[in-house]
């Protein structure tokens, strides 16, 4: 069995303005990366993205940009729990998983955004780390939408 998922949301703004959103890390930090995005997203850029409410920094591998339309980024693979790691620290493996992001311009003036992942190996571990990061993933759109929406950082202080 492949692992692999795809979430999306309606968003009630125009397509550019979504992505501006997420492209741009000070709007990124406003409503995702709790800790902050450092560098915007463009094809051949590695930029960070950190979390409160999940430790480290993570780096992000900037694979392509299609403005308005389409990005594509890998990052570090985990694979379950740590041993012997309180805290339910991840487990990294020695690969990355892909991240496509893709955004259309509906005719009623809203933006469709979806967001797959995949690229995990077949066991245990890496099925319980996707649907982490489908969990995550779920959130940051739920995020989005109502921050750009409505101007609500519902990520504040949701999970400590």
């Known amino acids: 069995m492949e692992l692999k998922f795809r979430v999306a949301a309606r968003i009630a703004k125009p397509v550019h303005r979504v992505f501006e959103a997420v492209v741009d890390p000070a709007q990124l930090s ?45 990052w570090q693979a985990s694979e379950g ?7 339910g620290e991840l487990a990294e493996a020695d690969y990355r998983t892909r991240v496509t992001m893709s955004f259309t311009a509906l005719d009623d003036g809203r933006t469709l955004v979806e967001i797959a992942e995949e690229g995990w190996r077949e066991n245990q571990g890496a099925l319980g780390a996707s649907y982490g990061n489908c969990q995550g993933w779920s959130q940051m759109l739920c ?17 400590r």
């Open 81 to 87: 729990e740590a041993p012997n790691v309180a805290d």
């Open 143 to 159: 995020a989005l939408k109502v921050w750009i929406e409505h101007g609500i950082h519902l990520r504040n202080d949701m999970y």
């Open 30 to 74: 406003e409503y995702f990366t709790t800790g902050g995005a450092q560098g915007r997203l463009q094809a051949g850029a590695t930029v960070t993205w950190d979390f409160h409410d999940f430790p480290g920094i993570f780096p992000v591998y900037v694979i392509e940009v299609v403005q308005d339309e389409k990005i594509v980024l890998e």
